[in-house]
C-alpha cells in the first residue's frame, strides 16, 4: 500500500525558515511527479511547487524565489520543500503528492495499471506575524 508521509511543519516567526520532507513508500514502480499544495482555512487547496521526474520544477507565483522544491540524490522516493522568508499568508496545511504508478507484484519489469495520484495527510505550517 503508497504512503505518502509528510514531516517538518511547525509553528515560526515571520521571516524564518523551514524545510518540509516527504517519504513515499510502497509498492511504487515510478513516480513521475512529485509536489507540494496547501491549503489554508477557508480557501481551496492550491499548487505550491512541483518537480518531475525530468527536473522540471513549477513553483506558484506567490513563493517564487522563497520556496524552493528539491529531490533526495540518495532515494528518489523523498521529496522535500525548503521555505525562506515565511509570511503570515504562507500559514496552511501543506500536502504532499505524487503522481506514480504501482509494482506489478508478478512482473517488476511493468507498472500495474497507469499511474495515479496519491496524497499525503498534510503538515501544518503556521507563521506567527
Known amino acids: 500500500q503508497v504512503q505518502l508521509v509528510e514531516s517538518g511543519g511547525g509553528l515560526v516567526q515571520a521571516g524564518g525558515s523551514l524545510r518540509l520532507s516527504c517519504v513515499v513508500s510502497g509498492g511504487i514502480f515510478s513516480i513521475n511527479t512529485m509536489g507540494w499544495y496547501r491549503q489554508a482555512p477557508g480557501k481551496q487547496r492550491e499548487l505550491v511547487a512541483s518537480?518531475?521526474?525530468?527536473?522540471?520544477?513549477?513553483y506558484a507565483d506567490s513563493v517564487k524565489g522563497r520556496f524552493t522544491i528539491s529531490r533526495n540524490n540518495a532515494n528518489k522516493n523523498t521529496v522535500f520543500l525548503e521555505m525562506i522568508s515565511l509570511k503570515p499568508e504562507d500559514t496552511a496545511v501543506y500536502y504532499c503528492?505524487?503522481?506514480?504508478?504501482?509494482?506489478?507484484?508478478?512482473?517488476?519489469?511493468?507498472?500495474?495499471?497507469?499511474?495515479?495520484?496519491?496524497w499525503g495527510k498534510g503538515t501544518l505550517v503556521t507563521v506567527s506575524s
Open positions: 503528492n505524487a503522481d506514480l504508478a504501482l509494482l506489478d507484484a508478478d512482473d517488476s519489469r511493468v507498472p500495474l495499471g497507469p499511474p495515479m495520484e496519491y
Open positions: 518537480l518531475t521526474s525530468g527536473g522540471s520544477k513549477n
